[in-house]
């Protein structure tokens, strides 16, 4: 009778085991559910995720006075999972004169056609296209910044970050025929940049020297100064000859010490550019590739040049992955969430989040907590203070905030988090939102990540 009892015993504890063990499972992520907390492991996606401001890019050069970007080509690029282009505007025909109207309505038409596209710009402008021709007078260019300053405030929701460019062949900062190459007017271009660009907008030098002369210092900037908007928090760099001679044709002065400053300053300010024939050394291999991109933080680089570069890459198969890793890539890792609350309380939002990617996000976004009923679909918008810039790469950051539910009737909510652009004109448009990586939680009609949990407010 006793080993009746015992036998009948284990039947029941067994059932009940593989009973819990089954229902802490789910398809989306795993979750361990006690009496009152859920606790949710998330699964990460291995898709080339689409985000703004970041990945290879597209580099479309225009004449003075020529053809606006096309918008059926624009709208193509997320066939290419690209998100963003350099529009280099070349204006050679006003070297001795202000901007004409058609102009200035040829870069108005333009940046109306990304919006409706979905996409945004590196923008640069320059006055040739060849190392023997003419470049602009200092008063000349100060003229054609103030020209521009409207168009920049009006469409700062489109502009990712802006190359410093006007002096010199192809806007490059050398081979100038107006002595602008010193210090004094390399200074008074870069402040006359940030003065005309809305405090939110980044430029970027051609070298880190320059920057360094530029501000009169050498020591990389820390976390009181780089999510900030002084001028010195707002100039970041873009390297052209990447991986291809030893400094990169001059990119470098001391490499090592320059590229351990750089990667020290692309926590807080944007790298990118593109490659070119290299010379000295052997076509960049993906590991070297890779090493490069992570230490200097590159956010994008150019798809169109240098070809035989892009092609070795795509050839040993590391191609997909830098499209995944350039720029940041934000990944959902864990999170544990009370299942009920009390009407008119508050909720704690307990989440951890990974960058896989080679930088962090540089423009700010707006953060929200979501709440949509399940019953009816109505949601509430609750905002966080939590800057997503701050999430850099290979370190999990904790999110902990305590959320107010005033305003919540009682009922079930599907909880979802938004990341959205800082600008209101764009901010509601999915493309303009920041996608996590991870499998089963993007709504890409909402723009919305899903954090698989449903919170009861009673």
């Given at each position: 009778?006793?080993?009746?009892?015992?036998?009948?015993?284990?039947?029941?504890?067994?059932?009940?085991?593989?009973?819990?063990?089954?229902?802490?499972?789910?398809?989306?992520?795993?979750?361990?559910?006690?009496?009152?907390?859920?606790?949710?492991?998330?699964?990460?996606?291995s898709?080339?995720?689409?985000?703004?401001?970041?990945?290879?890019?597209?580099?479309?050069?225009?004449?003075?006075?020529?053809?606006?970007?096309?918008?059926?080509?624009?709208?193509?690029?997320?066939?290419?999972?690209v998100?963003?282009?350099?529009?280099?505007?070349?204006?050679?025909?006003?070297?001795?004169?202000?901007?004409s109207?058609?102009?200035?309505n040829?870069?108005?038409?333009?940046?109306?056609?990304?919006?409706?596209?979905g996409?945004?710009?590196?923008?640069?402008?320059?006055?040739?296209?060849?190392?023997?021709?003419?470049?602009?007078?200092?008063?000349?260019?100060?003229?054609?910044?103030?020209?521009?300053?409207?168009?920049?405030?009006?469409?700062?929701?489109v502009i990712?970050?802006?190359?410093?460019?006007?002096?010199?062949?192809?806007?490059?900062?050398?081979y100038?025929?107006?002595?602008?190459?010193?210090?004094e007017?390399?200074?008074?271009?870069?402040?006359?940049?940030?003065?005309?660009?809305?405090?939110?907008?980044?430029?970027?030098?051609?070298?880190?020297?320059?920057?360094?002369?530029?501000?009169n210092?050498?020591?990389?900037?820390?976390?009181?100064?780089?999510?900030?908007?002084?001028?010195?928090?707002?100039?970041?760099?873009?390297?052209?000859?990447?991986?291809?001679?030893?400094?990169?044709?001059?990119?470098?002065?001391?490499?090592?010490?320059?590229?351990?400053?750089?990667?020290?300053?692309?926590?807080?300010?944007?790298?990118?550019?593109?490659?070119?024939?290299?010379?000295?050394?052997?076509?960049?291999?993906?590991?070297?590739?890779?090493?490069?991109?992570?230490l200097?933080?590159?956010?994008?680089?150019?798809?169109?040049?240098?070809?035989?570069?892009?092609n070795?890459?795509?050839?040993?198969?590391?191609?997909?992955?830098?499209?995944?890793?350039?720029?940041?890539?934000?990944?959902?890792?864990?999170?544990?969430?009370?299942?009920?609350?009390?009407?008119?309380?508050?909720?704690?939002?307990?989440?951890?989040?990974?960058?896989?990617?080679?930088?962090?996000?540089?423009?700010?976004?707006?953060?929200f907590?979501?709440?949509?009923?399940t019953?009816?679909?109505?949601?509430?918008?609750?905002?966080?203070?939590?800057?997503?810039?701050?999430?850099?790469?290979?370190?999990?950051?904790?999110?902990?905030?305590?959320?107010?539910?005033?305003?919540?009737?009682?009922?079930?909510?599907?909880l979802?988090?938004?990341?959205?652009?800082?600008?209101?004109?764009?901010?509601?448009?999915?493309?303009?939102?920041?996608?996590?990586?991870?499998?089963?939680t993007?709504?890409?009609?909402?723009?919305?990540?899903?954090?698989?949990?449903?919170?009861?407010?009673?």
């Open positions: 009778m006793t080993n009746k009892i015992l036998i009948l015993f284990y039947i029941i504890i067994s059932t009940s085991f593989f009973s819990c063990s089954s229902s802490a499972n789910d398809d989306d992520g795993e979750e361990i559910i006690d009496d009152s907390i859920t606790e949710i492991n998330y699964t990460v996606s898709k080339v995720i689409s985000n703004p401001e970041r990945g290879f890019m597209h580099s479309w050069s225009v004449p003075s006075e020529g053809t606006p970007l096309n918008l059926v080509t624009l709208k193509s690029l997320t066939n290419e999972n998100t963003i282009i350099l529009r280099l505007y070349y204006l050679d025909a006003f070297k001795d004169s202000a901007l109207d058609t102009q200035l040829l870069i108005k038409t333009d940046f109306e056609r990304l919006r409706e596209a996409i945004k710009c590196v923008l640069r402008f320059a006055y040739n296209s060849n190392e023997t021709h003419t470049d602009a007078s200092l008063n000349i260019i100060e003229t054609h910044l103030d020209q521009l300053k409207p168009i920049f405030e009006d469409n700062a929701d990712a970050f802006v190359q410093a460019g006007f002096i010199g062949s192809w806007g490059e900062w050398y100038t025929t107006n002595n602008l190459t010193t210090l007017n390399k200074k008074a271009v870069v402040n006359k940049l940030l003065e005309v660009l809305p405090k939110e907008i980044k430029i970027q030098l051609r070298t880190p020297l320059y920057k360094q002369e530029v501000f210092y050498t020591s990389a900037i820390g976390v009181d100064v780089g999510y900030e908007t002084s001028d010195i928090a707002r100039v970041g760099f873009h390297n052209d000859c990447f991986l291809a001679s030893v400094d990169d044709y001059g990119t470098y002065n001391n490499v090592t010490i320059e590229k351990n400053y750089v990667s020290q300053e692309a926590l807080f300010v944007p790298t990118g550019g593109e490659t070119c024939p290299p010379s000295g050394v052997p076509t960049a291999s993906c590991a070297t590739a890779d090493t490069e991109m992570s200097l933080k590159w956010t994008y680089l150019n798809l169109d040049y240098y070809g035989p570069v892009l070795v890459w795509r050839n040993n198969n590391c191609f997909t992955d830098f499209q995944k890793e350039l720029g940041y890539r934000l990944v959902l890792k864990s999170s544990s969430f009370k299942k009920e609350a009390s009407l008119n309380g508050t909720f704690e939002i307990n989440t951890v989040i990974d960058n896989v990617g080679f930088a962090p996000v540089y423009n700010k976004k707006n953060t907590l979501i709440f949509k009923s019953v009816d679909g109505t949601t509430y918008k609750k905002a966080l203070n939590f800057d997503i810039r701050k999430v850099i790469p290979a370190v999990n950051y904790e999110l902990q905030e305590t959320v107010s539910l005033s305003g919540i009737p009682s009922g079930n909510y599907e979802l988090l938004k990341i959205e652009d800082q600008y209101e004109i764009i901010s509601d448009r999915p493309e303009y939102s920041i996608q996590l990586a991870n499998t089963n993007w709504d890409s009609t909402e723009g919305v990540n899903k954090l698989l949990h449903t919170l009861t407010i009673n």
